[in-house]
């Protein structure tokens, strides 16, 4: 059990409410971080481990995502401790739904995370009687299902086509290795693809693919289509490369789109690209950005390259009560100008100010919150 007061800080939690459900055994805690830049928003994760403390920390990384993307709300996460995977999923649902019905929606509105599926953002409209009530349902609800219409990976290329531009490297004809091939990383590969990329690697937790002359997207997409993480074996006709392998074979850009963690010094050091772009979120330790950054590697940090699903929610949270179905071309145009004009500042800000992306990122978000907060005279001007 974390202590809740230990979390506070100079930025927030604002607010933490935990509440429960004997019938349902339902136990769950909103954490809303900071809100000087607008309403407390970030998605709701289910599992069996979940905690204060986590949630706490995840709500923050909301405060500056939405900051360094400069769209006006502010962090929040919601979690709720329990198996997504339970008989008993729904009952829970309703009742974190109607125990959270004082903050939703005037201060928090559900969204996607582990756990929770597009189907569940639908159910919790349905209890509380409120299309305003959470984001990320079917297009059928006239929602913005960001997975299925993969923002974050289109992001993602999007973001390494700029980057590329700005650092002489034109995509077009260059290699490209790409960690996970879930949500994000499938939706990149396809992307990378049309930019005239050539992926070069793909990999899920079935193995890793290499082939230097290129890979069929066409074929590859089409069977992950069907089967999902086992492309990769059917693709190969079932002999794989070594998880790991694709993040150091030759390649101008990397990806990591998978897990968090998998960058430490050692496999920083046999990087071969020039450009990574984070699309898990934290794959890179400190120890590693630091010898990227001293290695001349350029590094897209994640909260800026990852930040598609972000865009998208703005989006679902604008069509909330809106009669029209939101236009995924829009939505993707806009996720394109934002995260490259981003993804360009931060790069030029790690440049001018000598520091790793990661810090530069964080600061400019830290100074549009302290800016808000400022001006909300929320602390001393
Ligand atoms: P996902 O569950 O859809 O896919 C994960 C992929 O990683 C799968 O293909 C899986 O097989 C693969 N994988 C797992 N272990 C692996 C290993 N050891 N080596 C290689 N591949 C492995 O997840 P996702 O939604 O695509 O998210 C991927 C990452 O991106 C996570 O870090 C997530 O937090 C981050 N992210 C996702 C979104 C989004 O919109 N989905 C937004 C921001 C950040």
Redesign the pocket.
């Given at each position: 059990m974390s202590d809740v007061l230990s979390l506070m800080d100079q930025w927030g939690p604002e607010k933490v409410v935990s509440v429960s459900h004997t019938r349902t055994g339902m136990k769950g805690v909103l954490v809303i971080d900071n809100t000087a830049r607008g309403m407390g928003k970030g998605g709701t994760r289910m599992s069996p481990t979940v905690t204060t403390g986590e949630v706490a920390r995840l709500a923050r990384v909301m405060t500056w995502k939405w900051a360094a993307v400069d769209l006006f709300y502010g962090g929040a996460k919601a979690g709720i401790v329990g198996d997504p995977t339970g008989r008993d999923k729904e009952a829970v649902l309703r009742a974190f739904a109607r125990a959270l019905s004082n903050e939703v929606p005037a201060e928090y509105v559900f969204g996607l995370d582990m756990g929770l599926t597009e189907d569940d953002a639908a159910i919790i409209q349905d209890e509380l009687g409120d299309r305003g009530a959470a984001v990320g349902t079917d297009s059928v609800l006239g929602g913005v299902p960001?997975?299925r219409l993969g923002?974050?990976?289109y992001g993602v290329a999007e973001v390494a086509d700029a980057l590329a531009a700005r650092i002489g490297l034109p995509l077009a004809g260059a290699r490209v290795a790409i960690?996970?091939?879930?949500?994000?990383?499938?939706a990149a590969v396809r992307r990378f693809a049309e930019l005239g990329a050539t992926v070069v690697a793909v990999?899920?937790?079935?193995g890793?693919l290499y082939d230097p002359a290129g890979l069929d997207v066409e074929r590859l997409s089409r069977l992950h289509a069907e089967f999902g993480?086992l492309a990769v074996k059917e693709y190969a006709g079932g002999v794989v490369q070594a998880?790991?392998s694709?993040l150091v074979v030759p390649a101008e850009v990397l990806v990591p789109?998978?897990?968090?963690d998998?960058i430490d010094e050692k496999v920083a050091d046999r990087i071969t690209a020039r450009l990574v772009v984070e699309?898990?979120?934290?794959?890179t330790s400190p120890a590693a950005q630091r010898v990227l950054a001293e290695r001349g590697v350029v590094v897209v940090p994640?909260f800026i390259a990852?930040a598609?699903?972000v865009v998208a929610a703005g989006f679902a949270m604008d069509a909330r009560y809106s009669a029209f179905r939101p236009d995924a071309e829009v939505i993707r145009a806009s996720v394109s100008t934002k995260l490259r004009e981003n993804a360009v500042r931060v790069y030029e800000e790690s440049a001018r100010r000598g520091v790793t992306s990661h810090e530069a990122a964080r600061a400019l978000a830290q100074e549009r919150v302290l800016a808000a907060m400022r001006l909300k005279g929320r602390v001393a001007s």
């Amino acid at each position: 059990m974390s202590d809740v007061l230990s979390l506070m800080d100079q930025w927030g939690p604002e607010k933490v409410v935990s509440v429960s459900h004997t019938r349902t055994g339902m136990k769950g805690v909103l954490v809303i971080d900071n809100t000087a830049r607008g309403m407390g928003k970030g998605g709701t994760r289910m599992s069996p481990t979940v905690t204060t403390g986590e949630v706490a920390r995840l709500a923050r990384v909301m405060t500056w995502k939405w900051a360094a993307v400069d769209l006006f709300y502010g962090g929040a996460k919601a979690g709720i401790v329990g198996d997504p995977t339970g008989r008993d999923k729904e009952a829970v649902l309703r009742a974190f739904a109607r125990a959270l019905s004082n903050e939703v929606p005037a201060e928090y509105v559900f969204g996607l995370d582990m756990g929770l599926t597009e189907d569940d953002a639908a159910i919790i409209q349905d209890e509380l009687g409120d299309r305003g009530a959470a984001v990320g349902t079917d297009s059928v609800l006239g929602g913005v299902p960001y997975d299925r219409l993969g923002v974050t990976g289109y992001g993602v290329a999007e973001v390494a086509d700029a980057l590329a531009a700005r650092i002489g490297l034109p995509l077009a004809g260059a290699r490209v290795a790409i960690q996970g091939l879930g949500a994000v990383g499938s939706a990149a590969v396809r992307r990378f693809a049309e930019l005239g990329a050539t992926v070069v690697a793909v990999s899920s937790v079935h193995g890793a693919l290499y082939d230097p002359a290129g890979l069929d997207v066409e074929r590859l997409s089409r069977l992950h289509a069907e089967f999902g993480d086992l492309a990769v074996k059917e693709y190969a006709g079932g002999v794989v490369q070594a998880l790991g392998s694709e993040l150091v074979v030759p390649a101008e850009v990397l990806v990591p789109a998978a897990l968090q963690d998998v960058i430490d010094e050692k496999v920083a050091d046999r990087i071969t690209a020039r450009l990574v772009v984070e699309g898990a979120n934290l794959p890179t330790s400190p120890a590693a950005q630091r010898v990227l950054a001293e290695r001349g590697v350029v590094v897209v940090p994640d909260f800026i390259a990852n930040a598609g699903g972000v865009v998208a929610a703005g989006f679902a949270m604008d069509a909330r009560y809106s009669a029209f179905r939101p236009d995924a071309e829009v939505i993707r145009a806009s996720v394109s100008t934002k995260l490259r004009e981003n993804a360009v500042r931060v790069y030029e800000e790690s440049a001018r100010r000598g520091v790793t992306s990661h810090e530069a990122a964080r600061a400019l978000a830290q100074e549009r919150v302290l800016a808000a907060m400022r001006l909300k005279g929320r602390v001393a001007s």
